[in-house]
């Protein structure tokens, strides 16, 4: 029988706010799944597939019930909020008195029937410290060889679990670096959104246990009530990553350190070096974005051009605020995967005053072993 389940929950906490980003589906039991594993007793289930998500591109809506906890186990909030039609929440809570002393939210499902509260679990909300350091990583072509370019290719990304595919060690070791020291990472990919728990296993076996993950949300494009994504960005992925991108930062704040990593076979570079040249004030908001509408990778329809130019300029109030605080400047540093060392960089005229912030590393696929389950 089907069941409301918690698909994702993401709580960030800064100076100002509490950022939640979530997602609630109906789905069976995952342990009554005819793909998951038969033996209950075993001490390690296998590696997820994301064909075994691949329900998600169905749509609910819900009702979510937020309980917040103080460190006492006493409640000091409790408030109802609506999903949109595709079952996603994003919301923000302002931090006052009460919420401040929130440690841990439960989370429960109120809407699909009548008078029943279904709790779909606990979860703890990510505090940033000052200061405030973040690491941006994507994942297709930067952590993993993944590879979609043909039908049997595709076939394979569906079918097995992403520990089949390539590691790229040298960004894995990376990334740990910057995770030791202290940076809070968020995952981004291209990806479909139903590749969510696959993705969350490798983290896991990788020791990555507090990402935020963000993925391309298929079901988007096929709705016609949603304006974020088009048919046409199922291909062209530059809008969808700097979206994200300015989704963590609204999520985040404008941090004191940001590390951006990606690779040099699409269009990160550009991308990563336009949203630096944004946080590091070289030219106003409309000014880039009318110069980077001008490169293939960013096809816009008249929604989307809104979208981005509001949250554009939501980063720009906020860059505002920090310059009125007195605060330094964020300290960026890009870290882009080259396939060979004949690889160079190739960028538009209007970031090239930036370029010097992008440090190009080898990245050599590594070929895990297969893992044994007994």
């Known amino acids: 029988m089907k069941r409301p389940m918690l698909l994702n929950f993401l709580c960030v906490v800064t100076e100002d706010w509490i950022s939640v980003r979530a997602a609630i589906t109906m789905r069976e039991n995952p342990m009554a799944n005819k793909f998951a594993k038969s033996n209950l007793n075993s001490e390690e289930a296998d590696p ?14 819900f009702k979510m019930k937020l309980v917040g906890l103080d460190s006492k186990q006493d409640v000091v909030f409790t408030k109802v909020y609506d999903s949109d039609v595709l079952g996603d929440f994003r919301f923000k809570i302002p931090l006052t008195e009460q919420t401040r002393k929130i440690e841990a939210f439960q989370v429960y499902e109120v809407g699909r029937r009548e008078g029943l509260e279904l709790q779909l679990g606990t979860t703890l909300p990510l505090k940033i410290p000052d200061p405030r350091k973040i690491i941006i990583c994507d994942f297709d072509k930067t952590l993993v060889d993944t590879r979609y370019s043909t039908t049997k290719e595709l076939y394979n990304s569906l079918t097995k679990p992403l520990q089949h595919f390539p590691t790229l060690q040298n960004s894995l070791e990376v990334l740990h670096k910057n995770i030791d020291d202290g940076f809070n990472p968020f995952i981004l990919s291209a990806s479909p959104h139903f590749y969510e728990e696959a993705m969350r296993d490798w983290l896991y076996q990788h020791r990555v246990y507090t990402a935020g993950i963000f993925l391309k949300d298929y079901r988007k494009v096929l709705s016609f009530l949603d304006g974020d994504l088009t048919p046409k960005d199922l291909k062209v992925q530059g809008l969808y990553k700097l979206n994200h991108l300015l989704d963590i930062l609204g999520m985040t704040g404008v941090p004191d350190e940001l590390v951006l990593m990606g690779d040099n076979f699409e269009s990160d570079p550009v991308i990563y070096l336009t949203l630096s040249m944004i ?4 030219q106003e908001p409309w000014q880039l974005w009318r110069a980077l ?5 960013f096809q816009l329809s008249k929604r989307q051009d809104a979208n981005f130019l509001d949250k554009l300029y939501q980063l720009s109030n906020q860059l505002e605020r920090r310059q009125n605080q007195n605060k330094s400047k964020t300290r960026i540093k890009i870290y882009i995967r080259r396939q060979n060392e004949k690889d160079t960089l190739s960028v538009p005229d209007f970031c090239r005053p930036r370029i010097n912030l992008i440090e190009l590393y080898d990245g050599k696929p590594f070929k895990e072993p297969a893992i044994a389950h007994i």
């Open 48 to 61: 997820r597939m994301p064909i075994q998500a691949l329900r998600l591109l169905r749509s609910y809506e």
């Open 293 to 297: 509408k001008a490169n293939d990778a």
């Open 279 to 282: 946080l590091l004030g070289d």
